[in-house]
């Protein structure tokens, strides 16, 4: 008597293959909505926790934003030496190595006995160096939340997760061994002779008194550009966090680079060394924002670039001409036909045609002016 053997056959595993392969399908872009939604949520809960710091550090400091610039800077032109010559201003200090020594950006000469000098470190004590020519425009303390002035009203540690979006894996990497590191800085020569600057980044314009940004100001060809802050006697004077006419249209902190909506490539090919693209490189970048009224919301370009239309549009209907939201030169050279040259913020390494927008970091009026007129 012959038995009979129980078992699948090939069309039926084939089928079964199949409906696993079709629900892999189904739920791999739902997974991957659900992680990328996490992330988000995670340096959303960061801008909060900056957010949270900013509030505090107003209130030690009579509602005054963070800076490194002393008040009667633009007496003397900015000018390093003459600064120096009558007072030593604080230097940017980033921490204690676990080693006992004291790390930072320091000023040496005149009055100030630091290591360091005006040529190498001056660029730091403005919000943005590009202002006085020759530091870039991407550079100065705006880049750096995590100077011991500021983290100390995190948790005194120069490098932490807090400043480090989970999506910018760039930066994270870099830091990976400084996280775990026992004291408040962990030394360049442990980290391959680099500074790791954190995620988020002030807005340099708010940060400067409104006159520098003010939307009177052009040079001589008629294009619009801030008034230069030596010119002013309070250019260097930060303004109060109560001095913000439209605390829910102007961003604070921003994440720097391009990590919401991404699209392509991490890293942008104008650069060299590679850098990745930066928030304003893409029209459906969204960055996670932080806003004067301490609300947090994704941002996006294409909402930025449709607010600048609309307050152009309307101004040129019923009153003078307005430049619209931020500074920006006309580019015709720039790769992507970007709008802003390298000077503005890198808007020629731009990853697409569409983008246009020099928000945050170039607001007219500064912490007076809008990234937006509507509302995240």
């Given at each position: 008597?012959?038995t009979?053997?129980?078992g699948?056959?090939?069309?039926?595993?084939?089928v079964?293959?199949?409906?696993?392969?079709?629900?892999?399908?189904?739920?791999?872009?739902?997974?991957?909505?659900?992680r990328?939604?996490?992330?988000?949520?995670?340096?959303?809960?960061?801008?909060?926790?900056?957010?949270?710091?900013?509030?505090?550090?107003?209130?030690?400091?009579?509602?005054?934003?963070?800076?490194m610039?002393?008040d009667e800077?633009?007496?003397?032109?900015?000018?390093?030496?003459a600064?120096?010559?009558i007072?030593?201003?604080?230097?940017?200090?980033?921490?204690?190595?676990?080693?006992?020594?004291?790390?930072?950006?320091?000023l040496?000469g005149?009055?100030?006995?630091?290591?360091?000098?005006?040529?190498?470190?001056?660029?730091?004590?403005?919000?943005n160096?590009g202002m006085m020519g020759?530091?870039?425009?991407?550079?100065?303390?705006?880049?750096m939340p995590?100077?011991k002035?500021?983290?100390?009203?995190?948790?005194?540690r120069?490098?932490?997760?807090v400043?480090?979006?989970?999506?910018?894996?760039?930066?994270?990497?870099?830091?990976s061994?400084a996280?775990?590191y026992?004291?408040?800085?962990?030394?360049?020569?442990?980290m391959?002779?680099?500074?790791?600057?954190?995620?988020?980044?002030?807005?340099?314009?708010a940060?400067?008194?409104?006159e520098?940004?003010?939307?009177d100001?052009?040079?001589?060809?008629?294009?619009?550009?801030?008034h230069?802050?030596?010119?002013?006697?309070?250019?260097f004077?930060?303004?109060?966090v109560?001095q913000?006419?439209?605390?829910?249209?102007?961003?604070?902190?921003?994440?720097?680079?391009?990590?919401?909506n991404r699209?392509?490539?991490?890293?942008?090919?104008?650069?060299?060394?590679?850098q990745?693209y930066?928030?304003?490189h893409?029209?459906?970048?969204?960055?996670?924002t932080?806003?004067?009224?301490?609300h947090v919301?994704?941002?996006?370009m294409?909402?930025a670039?449709?607010s600048?239309?609309?307050?152009?549009?309307?101004?040129?209907?019923?009153?003078?001409?307005?430049?619209?939201?931020?500074?920006?030169?006309?580019?015709?050279?720039?790769?992507?036909?970007g709008?802003?040259t390298?000077?503005w913020?890198?808007?020629?390494c731009?990853?697409?045609?569409?983008?246009?927008?020099n928000?945050?970091?170039?607001?007219?009026?500064?912490?007076?002016?809008?990234?937006?007129?509507i509302t995240?």
């Amino acid at each position: 008597m012959r038995t009979k053997r129980s078992g699948f056959t090939i069309v039926e595993l084939l089928v079964v293959v199949a409906i696993i392969a079709l629900l892999i399908a189904i739920l791999l872009p739902a997974i991957q909505k659900a992680r990328e939604t996490a992330l988000l949520t995670q340096s959303i809960a960061n801008l909060k926790n900056l957010g949270t710091a900013n509030a505090s550090y107003a209130a030690d400091y009579n509602d005054r934003q963070y800076t490194m610039c002393g008040d009667e800077w633009g007496l003397y032109g900015g000018n390093c030496q003459a600064i120096l010559a009558i007072s030593c201003p604080p230097n940017a200090i980033v921490g204690w190595d676990a080693g006992g020594g004291l790390w930072g950006y320091w000023l040496g000469g005149g009055t100030c006995t630091g290591p360091g000098t005006c040529a190498s470190n001056w660029c730091v004590s403005w919000p943005n160096g590009g202002m006085m020519g020759g530091c870039g425009w991407g550079f100065g303390s705006f880049r750096m939340p995590n100077l011991k002035a500021f983290n100390d009203y995190i948790n005194g540690r120069f490098y932490d997760k807090v400043y480090y979006a989970p999506k910018d894996v760039y930066s994270l990497e870099k830091v990976s061994y400084a996280l775990q590191y026992p004291g408040e800085f962990c030394p360049p020569s442990l980290m391959n002779n680099e500074v790791v600057f954190s995620t988020y980044v002030w807005s340099p314009a708010a940060m400067w008194n409104p006159e520098v940004f003010s939307s009177d100001s052009t040079d001589a060809s008629g294009a619009s550009i801030p008034h230069n802050p030596a010119m002013l006697a309070a250019g260097f004077k930060s303004p109060g966090v109560s001095q913000c006419r439209f605390p829910d249209q102007k961003t604070w902190m921003i994440e720097w680079y391009w990590l919401q909506n991404r699209e392509g490539g991490e890293f942008a090919p104008c650069y060299t060394p590679a850098q990745p693209y930066l928030y304003k490189h893409g029209y459906n970048s969204a960055p996670g924002t932080l806003w004067f009224d301490n609300h947090v919301a994704t941002f996006g370009m294409g909402t930025a670039m449709e607010s600048n239309q609309r307050v152009k549009a309307q101004q040129a209907s019923g009153g003078p001409a307005y430049k619209g939201l931020w500074f920006g030169v006309p580019n015709t050279s720039a790769p992507t036909g970007g709008f802003i040259t390298a000077a503005w913020g890198d808007n020629d390494c731009g990853y697409d045609m569409l983008i246009d927008t020099n928000c945050h970091v170039a607001t007219i009026d500064g912490i007076q002016g809008r990234d937006t007129v509507i509302t995240q």
